[in-house]
Nanobody
Framework: QVQLVESGGGLVQPGGSLNLSCAAS????????RSWYRQAPGKQRDLVAV???????NYADSVKGRFTISTDGAWKTASLQMSSLKPEDTAVYYC?????????????WGQGTQVIVSS
């Protein structure tokens, strides 16, 4: 099992920057992907960015060039660096991770952290 805890959300002005962190504990060696999702009020939860052990990444079109996903060398802490923030980036951001334990794919979620972009 893996536990995820996010931090770093808050209120930021349009055009500003914010860094989110996601600390993983437990069977982190089983993880093969770390990702960030977000859910705005009244909308579905959408993928923002994903980083795989291979080093490949994917980003939602709406955040390309503004957001960067990364992890530390031990894959215990994943980060989402957000810049040039827009009001439409306002959402609850969820850290997620995917791993394999006992041959079965496991999906893990953090509790979410609120990001508000407003002047």
């Amino acid at each position: 099992q893996v536990q995820l805890v996010e931090s770093g959300g808050g209120l930021v002005q349009p055009g500003g920057s914010l860094n989110l962190s996601c600390a993983a504990s437990g069977s982190t060696s089983s993880l093969y992907a770390r990702s960030w999702y977000r859910q705005a009020p009244g909308k579905q939860r959408d993928l923002v960015a994903v980083l795989r052990r291979s080093g490949s990444t994917n980003y939602a079109d709406s955040v390309k060039g503004r957001f960067t996903i990364s992890t530390d060398g031990a894959w215990k802490t994943a980060s989402l660096q957000m810049s040039s923030l827009k009001p439409e980036d306002t959402a609850v951001y969820y850290c997620a991770a995917q791993g394999v334990i006992g041959g079965a794919i496991q999906n893990y979620w953090g509790q979410g952290t609120q990001v508000i972009v407003s002047s």
